[in-house]
């Protein structure tokens, strides 16, 4: 019998558009998905509220400052060592300097007509860009 995380970690994600046709990704510097490229985010602290802990992500992962706004997809990950539901938002970009922070290897804008030709995507945010039209 395999044995399974005792705990469900809930991970906020959002998906910032510059205003000008861009999309921002993140290439993850820790597992899961080291690598890989995915919207900024991470996970809700306990007792955090989503709106604030993605706002808090953001800045800890981009230095960016954004809004979270509508929540665009919701995915459970359930694999022997890890229980995860991901929350993927819209965000608005409000300012601050972008720059790779802590569990960032990089961080660029990307079009978003061209972002699903982007090698080493994320499988789930791929789903996500397929339901923004991307």
């Known amino acids: 019998m395999i044995k399974m995380a ?3 970690k809930v991970g906020i994600k959002v998906v910032i558009e510059d205003g000008k046709g861009n999309v921002l990704l993140v290439r993850r510097k820790f597992d899961p998905g ?6 900024p985010g991470g996970l809700v602290e306990f007792g955090e ?5 993605g706002i808090r992500e953001i800045k800890e992962e981009t ?23 991901l929350l993927y938002f819209r965000g608005q970009l409000t300012g601050g300097q972008l720059a790779a922070g802590d569990d960032a ?17 994320r499988p789930v ?3 996500v860009l397929e339901r923004i039209g991307a």
Do not use: C
């Open 6 to 8: 005792n705990v469900t």
């Open 34 to 39: 080291a690598g890989t490229w995915d919207a």
């Open 49 to 53: 509220m989503l709106e604030r802990a």
């Open 63 to 85: 230095g960016l400052d954004v809004k979270i706004g509508e929540l665009i997809n919701a995915q459970e990950i359930i694999e022997p060592s890890l229980h995860r539901v």
């Open 105 to 121: 290897a990089e961080v660029k804008w990307v079009p978003l007509k061209t972002v699903s030709k982007q090698q080493n995507l």
């Open 125 to 127: 945010f791929v789903k």
